[in-house]
């Protein structure tokens, strides 16, 4: 199984930062991954697929890179509403799998 | 407008039976590959099962193998899920999601339901 890991696991951030949330695969997925942004209560949102495509809808604060293992989740300037847990899913394999999450919060 | 609604969670004690439904509506169900994935509480993600679109393909995470089955009723849009011999660590939100691809099994999760929880406890 690919095992996917996200760093850091909390992240401290104000408003207007930017933020970077790095996941690594254990072997080469290509560029099948993709980010999720989930609130409280509430079920997670697709925001970038394909490694750096952005979903319909989702602001441009928002961007993807990487390819093979290495890859990374930019905010370009946190907005309030953007203090959520993130979370990276491989689908290169039948098998999906997600990383342990990354909590962006309020310094 | 794309709606996926799950239902059929409740508490259930170690070794019982539920039987998830999810009813999909917005898009040609058909179409598209579905998965499960659920989130126990105040943990990560994590895949539970999928299955192919058109097809009869289906694919299982190693910790529900064996105990989970996955369905789905084109004809009703909707996607089933049964588990079986539950066990406490299966305790979780199961979310059912679309995935996006047309006709793909592998691919991002661009659609999810809100959600149902399973309570395993004696």
């Known amino acids: 199984d690919i095992q996917m890991t996200q760093s850091p696991s909390t992240l401290s951030a104000s408003v207007g930062d930017r933020v970077t949330i790095t996941c690594r695969a254990s072997?080469?997925?290509?560029?099948?991954l993709a980010w999720y942004q989930q609130k409280p209560g509430k079920a997670p949102k697709l925001l970038i697929y394909?490694?750096?495509t952005l979903q319909s809808g989702v602001p441009s604060r928002f961007s993807g890179s990487g390819s093979g293992t290495e890859f990374t989740l930019t905010i370009s300037s946190l907005q309030p509403d953007d203090f959520a847990t993130y979370y990276c899913q491989q689908y290169d394999s039948y098998s999906c799998s997600f990383g342990q999450g990354t909590k962006v919060e309020s310094k | 407008e794309v709606q996926l609604l799950e239902s059929g969670g409740g508490l259930v004690q170690p070794g019982g039976s539920l039987r998830l439904s999810c009813a999909a509506s917005g898009f040609s169900f058909s179409s598209y590959a579905m998965s499960w994935v659920r989130q126990a509480p105040g943990k990560g993600l994590e895949w539970v099962s999928a299955?192919?679109?058109?097809?009869?393909?289906?694919y299982y995470a190693e910790s529900v193998k064996g105990r989970f089955t996955i369905s789905r009723d084109n004809s009703k849009s909707t996607l089933y899920l049964q588990l079986n011999s539950l066990r406490a660590e299966d305790t979780a939100i199961y979310y059912c999601?679309?995935?996006?691809?047309?006709?793909?099994?592998?691919?991002?999760?661009?659609?999810w339901g809100r959600g149902t929880l399973v309570a395993v406890s004696s």
């Open positions: 999601a679309k995935v996006s691809p047309l006709t793909m099994v592998r691919g991002e999760f661009d659609y």
């Open positions: 394909k490694a750096t």
């Open positions: 299955f192919s679109g058109s097809g009869d393909s289906t």
């Open positions: 072997q080469s997925i290509r560029s099948w």
